[in-house]
Nanobody
Framework: QVRLVESGGGLAQPGGSLRLSCAAS????????MGWYRQAPGKQRELVAS???????NYVDSVKGRFTISRDNAKNTVYLQMNSLKPEDTAVYSC??????????WGQGTQVTVSS
């Protein structure tokens, strides 16, 4: 079992920044993929960014150049630095962990609202 605890999120103005953190605990495998998904009202959940333990990253086109995902393997923690935020970034952001066996765990989700 893996537990994911998220922090960060909240309200930001357009053009502002927020940082999300997600700490994994429990049976965390040394090789895994962690990432952030988001779901806006009335829309499907989408992958925002992911990162492997070796540092390979993947971003959805809409956040490239604005968001940066990183991780601290010693702390089993993944971060999402969100800059130049736009109102369309408003969504519930959820942390995701996937191990080498394909087992997936989710965080509880954190609200990000971008509004003036």
């Amino acid at each position: 079992q893996v537990r994911l605890v998220e922090s960060g999120g909240g309200l930001a103005q357009p053009g502002g920044s927020l940082r999300l953190s997600c700490a994994a605990s429990g049976r965390v495998f040394s090789s895994n993929v962690m990432g952030w998904y988001r779901q806006a009202p009335g829309k499907q959940r989408e992958l925002v960014a992911s990162i492997t333990t070796s540092g390979t990253t993947n971003y959805v086109d809409s956040v490239k150049g604005r968001f940066t995902i990183s991780r601290d393997n010693a702390k089993n923690t993944v971060y999402l630095q969100m800059n130049s935020l736009k109102p369309e970034d408003t969504a519930v952001y959820s942390c995701n962990y996937r191990d080498v066996y394909g087992i997936v765990y989710w965080g509880q989700g954190t609200q990000v609202t971008v509004s003036s």
